[in-house]
């Protein structure tokens, strides 16, 4: 086994400020990671006053929460900055005025402890997010299929080895996450709306209404959700009468169908030995059990974050830079570090 190195993860791409302590012992197979703290600051009561993200108020919020958020994640960790290896900051994708917060008082730290920086996409965070301690077994996990679900990004990727992956496909308009949230706007539902779709849908009829199944029979491995957002929308119009919990599980049962349906084939076709689940809408009981129930069918080994990890937090940060680190990559000084708004995985 080699030294351990701790790392510091701040996570400020979007409505959440977070800060993260993790340990790390690379060696020959799977790191040993440890969390030995994570904080995470939800502004979730401030935009549900508006009803979204507003991203001027999350960048102040931002400002008014890191410092003491990163505070609290070393206290937690029982570790000052002389004990961190690496600081590591989501640099993007996101919220430019968010990202700014959160990358600019990383290369502060870094400027005034001399430690280096990893930058993470924030991505990449979800995307290692269900491989926490899964590292018993390596060789029966890859090929693996990852599907991520977030607000911002709906994306398929196939995980060759720990380090090699290669996004198959996207959405070519709304994520999933953007499209429970648009539908949540029209039922007039509270913000955020994923979560609050999905519990009534669990009053609903899923069969009740046969939304389009968008892209289904297209042979790739992209997304549309905008223009079932947008039946809902017309249904809603012509029948006021429908009940929203039929819905809410109608249009679920549409997205998650489309979804399993794609990570399904792409699983087959790549001989998947595993699939992973991340991103907020991992955190949408039908999702899960349904992707679950088909991991099972074709014998292959499912992994999906708790609930906790699947939004945005700074762990999952640190998880990415720990395995970037164990993958090779040498970090960076804070002059070479900037925030991208359109990073791609
Ligand atoms: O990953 P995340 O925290 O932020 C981004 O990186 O975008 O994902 C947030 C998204 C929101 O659209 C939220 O409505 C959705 O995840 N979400 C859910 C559930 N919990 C969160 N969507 C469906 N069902 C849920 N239970
Ligand atoms: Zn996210």
Redesign the pocket.
């Given at each position: 086994m080699g030294k351990e190195v701790k790392i510091l993860s701040i996570e400020t791409?979007?409505d959440?400020t977070a800060a993260a302590v993790l340990s790390m012992e690379s060696g020959k197979g799977f790191p040993k990671i440890k969390t030995l703290s994570s904080v995470v600051k939800s502004q979730l009561k401030l935009h549900s006053k508006m009803g979204g993200v507003v991203p001027e108020a999350a960048a102040r919020e931002h400002l008014k929460n890191i410092r003491p958020v990163v505070e609290k994640s070393l206290n937690d960790a029982k570790v000052n900055l002389d004990n961190i290896d690496y600081i590591a900051p989501t640099v993007g994708p996101?919220l430019i005025p968010s990202l700014l917060i959160g990358v600019e008082f990383a290369k502060a730290l870094s400027l005034a402890s001399k430690k280096p920086i990893i930058p993470v996409n924030?991505m990449l965070g979800?995307l290692y997010s269900p491989l926490k301690d899964k590292g018993l077994k390596i060789k029966d996990l890859f090929p693996m299929i990852s599907l991520i679900?977030?607000?911002?990004?709906t994306i398929i990727v196939l995980m060759k080895n720990i380090k090699e992956y290669k996004v198959l496909g996207q959405t070519v308009d709304d994520?999933?996450?953007?499209a429970?949230?648009k539908v949540?706007k029209i039922l007039k539902l509270p913000y955020?709306?994923?979560?609050e779709?999905?519990k009534l849908a669990l009053d609903g009829n899923p069969s009740a209404i046969n939304f389009p199944r968008p892209m289904l029979n297209q042979k790739n491995y992209n997304f549309s959700f905008s223009g079932l957002k947008t039946a809902v929308f017309y249904r809603l119009r012509d029948f006021p009468k429908t009940k929203p919990a039929d819905i809410c599980a109608s249009f679920q049962e549409a997205a998650v169908d489309v979804l399993i349906t794609k990570t399904l084939r792409a699983a087959k076709e790549f001989k998947a030995k595993s699939i992973s689940l991340s991103?907020?809408?991992a955190?949408?009981?039908a999702?899960r059990a349904a992707l679950q129930a088909t991991s099972y069918k074709l014998q292959a080994k499912f992994f999906v974050p708790p609930q906790n990890l699947?939004?945005?937090n700074a762990e999952m940060i640190g998880l990415a830079a720990a395995f970037m680190l164990h993958n090779g990559y040498k970090p960076k000084s804070y002059k070479q570090i900037k925030a991208d708004p359109n990073l791609q995985l």
């Open positions: 791409s979007c959440e996101g924030h979800h679900v977030s607000g911002g990004h994520a999933a996450g953007e429970f949230d949540a955020p709306g994923g979560p779709v999905s991103g907020g809408v955190a949408n009981s999702l699947c939004t945005d």
